[in-house]
């Protein structure tokens, strides 16, 4: 990686710009090389992934992983995989979970360091947040825009978030195993290959 992307790397890594509104402290999470092939563009760090410092370091992971259907060791080898979140930092607890990544991230950090990944074969957008971000000019509920994923294809595949919170969802939905899980394993096969 060259001087200029490391520099930008460390200024993120000591980011403050959220520094009075995060309950657990700032720990930006994520991992990033310029010559990551897949994308994932997740929403924000949960409590264990900020106690880590371990991008999906938790349940989450595990069920991304499974979807993947890649190691852990491709996963966490950031010349495949980069991991940007929306906001880099836990946001704290809600009433029902996490709450919204904080809107002072993204601005400050994202397109200067998605412009320095020069391989990028796939983006896996996860989560409402990320979508709102990743594909601005799509309407509809978070179960529509995943249920039109081959819309988005080859570049670009919306997922659900793989959070235990969300089994209710799948179990909704059996196209989204049936279907479209297949289709991911084949991209992600295809993407770390060209």
């Avoid at 002072?104 to 989560?127: D, F, H, M, Y």
């Avoid at 509809?140 to 994923?149: D, F, M, Q």
């Avoid at 196209?175 to 770390?192: D, H, N, T, V, Y």
Wanted: with cysteine.
């Amino acid at each position: 990686m060259h001087t200029e992307f490391q520099n930008l790397i460390k200024q993120v890594k000591s980011c403050k710009i959220c520094k009075n509104s995060l309950p657990r402290g700032i720990r930006p999470v994520f991992q990033v090389h310029s010559e990551s092939r897949i994308l994932i563009a997740g929403q924000a760090p949960g409590r264990k992934v900020h106690d880590s410092g371990i991008p999906f370091d938790d349940a989450s992971g595990e069920r991304l992983r499974d979807w993947m259907a890649i190691s852990k060791d491709t996963f966490y080898d950031a010349m495949s995989i980069a991991v940007l979140p929306i906001g880099m930092c836990y946001p704290g607890a809600g009433k029902s979970g996490d709450l919204p990544p904080r809107k002072e991230c993204a601005p400050a950090w994202r397109k200067l360091l998605l412009s320095q990944i020069k391989n990028l074969q796939l983006t896996l957008v996860i989560g409402q947040y990320a979508m709102a971000y990743h594909l601005p000019n799509t309407k509809g509920s978070l179960t529509s825009i995943v249920k039109s994923w081959k819309t988005f294809m080859p570049d670009i595949i919306p997922l659900p978030h793989p959070s235990p919170r969300n089994n209710i969802w799948l179990k909704k939905n059996p196209w989204f195993q049936e279907e479209l899980i297949p289709a991911l394993r084949l991209r992600i096969k295809e993407s770390l290959k060209e």
